[in-house]
């Protein structure tokens, strides 16, 4: 090859690599911008600076609201997943059950296919009859249960490479189940713990359709609820305050998983953890 057609080749993929960060950028940049521009549009541009978006985002009196709330059902579904996960997972793991794998793949399946709208009728009867309707716990409960199994199945995997030797040498010792759990286990599979947790609380944050049904008192409603709402009587998105709204309803996702990243440096590739 000669240098000048390795010299475009260079150029090209640099090229093609720029475009590609700036169509991702792009979004990125109006969610930065916008809530700081007196006239936003759907369009990015400099912003004329204000902080009258904020202004009128306090006046919404269910914006600020929603927030709590979702941080009630992002963190009680995250709780209940991570312990309902982390002790099916172990049980999972350490049992020899006929058809385990199998019997995996199958919650897998269901929790792809049985989920969404074509499970809302059933899981509204459901709630109606639990009186769980306009409550947070049916809300945590309905998300909780689609998730279970993709969290027990991932987790399976990193209590498949927890070393039963070091469990055995806590029985020798003496210690109960619980405690080999608890002392051994459990602060082995911490990164899986908080790829399951930023997960659950990531999917649970942007979850509209369950909270949406299940919710009768805006009170109660999450901030995906609530974000439909920002819009005029005529139908017209009042964008300086979605824009503002999309800002604070976006950064404790991101603040949440650079923290757990840096602090148990996990990755993930294709469902394999790295």
Not at 229 to 258: C, H, K, N, Q, W
Request: net charge positive; charged share 10%.
């Amino acid at each position: 090859m000669t240098p000048v057609r390795h010299a475009l080749g260079t150029i090209g993929r640099a090229v093609f690599l720029a475009l590609v960060l700036g169509f991702f950028a792009l979004p990125l940049l109006w969610l930065a911008s916008a809530p700081f521009d007196a006239h936003p549009t759907i369009t990015t541009s400099v912003p004329e600076f204000t902080l009258a978006n904020f202004r009128a985002l306090l006046d919404n009196p269910y914006a600020l609201g929603s927030l709590r709330n979702s941080l009630i059902q992002a963190c009680g579904s995250a709780a209940l997943v991570v312990t309902l996960a982390a002790l099916a997972a172990y049980a999972l793991s350490r049992a020899r059950v006929p058809g385990r794998d199998a019997l995996l793949y199958v919650l897998l399946l269901l929790s792809s296919v049985v989920t969404g709208t074509a499970a809302m009728v059933p899981l509204f009867e459901l709630a109606t009859r639990l009186n769980l309707i306009d409550t947070h716990l049916g809300v945590v409960l309905t998300l909780s249960g689609g998730l279970l199994p993709a969290a027990i199945f991932i987790l399976k995997d990193f209590m498949d490479a927890t070393p039963t030797s070091y469990e055995e040498s806590a029985r020798v010792f003496g210690a109960s189940a619980g405690q080999v759990l608890r002392h051994v286990v459990i602060p082995l599979v911490r990164p899986g713990l908080a790829t399951i947790t930023v997960w659950t609380v990531a999917n649970v944050w942007g979850s509209f359709l369950q909270p949406f049904i299940l919710l009768r008192d805006p009170d109660k409603a999450p901030g995906a609820v609530i974000l439909y709402t920002l819009y005029t009587e005529g139908g017209a998105p009042r964008l300086d305050v979605i824009s503002a709204f999309s800002l604070l309803y976006s950064l404790p996702v991101v603040v949440m998983y650079v923290f757990v990243s840096r602090r148990y440096g996990f990755r993930f590739h294709g469902g394999i953890k790295r």
